[in-house]
């Protein structure tokens, strides 16, 4: 019986240790989403306008906002959200948070929308798949290299991270600016 414990001992080690992370040495370029749109709105009326969004737009906008100059008409906030990034036959679904800093600078007829320092959490970590993730860059992930389902993972995080940004934050301040509705009230 003390043989049987110590083979399966050996076998858990031995099966552990090719789990151990490979170092990735592809460069890491921080993943950052840039966009500029266009308005019929003066500098300090884009302002105004991005400001009342982001007031609307997060639960709370006195914790969100991190920085709100009106003379250089920028507005930095700091923003959450979820992402489903795999299933485990233990875990079930895996859940994981994404902090990330947006950046809005207003210019006469444009606004410019910069959502950068992606960073993912794991919700509820599996030591058997993965965990926190960590920083979100462009290329692989920088720990763990190549292996397929962390690779598989990594490369569904920076597409979440790109489309979240596009529908759920471009997309929605762009149809705030363009309502007009209360304008006239």
């Not at 031995?14 to 460069?27: D, G, I, N």
């Not at 485990?88 to 947006?102: A, D, E, K, R, V």
């Not at 600078?105 to 950068?116: E, H, L, V």
């Amino acid at each position: 019986m003390n043989r049987f414990v110590i083979l399966m001992c050996i076998l858990l080690c031995a099966c552990s240790s090719c789990a151990v992370k490979k170092v990735s040495k592809e460069p890491q370029t921080p993943l950052v989403v840039d966009t500029v749109i266009s308005t019929n709105l003066t500098q300090k009326e884009s302002y105004m306008k991005c400001l009342e969004w982001v007031a609307t737009a997060y639960n709370s906008a006195q914790d969100v906002i991190q920085m709100s100059e009106e003379s250089a008409a920028t507005i930095v906030c700091k923003g959450v959200f979820e992402h489903q990034y795999g299933k485990s036959m233990t875990y079930g679904n895996l859940w994981g948070i994404i902090h990330y800093t947006l950046t809005i600078k207003c210019k006469d007829n444009r606004i410019r929308i910069t959502t950068s320092q992606f960073k993912h959490e794991a919700m509820n970590p599996s030591p058997m798949i993965l965990g926190t993730l960590g920083n979100v860059n462009t290329g692989s992930h920088p720990e763990y290299g190549h292996i397929k389902n962390v690779s598989q993972y990594w490369a569904n995080l920076q597409e979440y991270c790109v489309s979240y940004t596009k529908e759920n934050i471009v997309g929605k301040l762009q149809r705030h600016l363009e309502n007009n509705e209360d304008d006239n009230w």
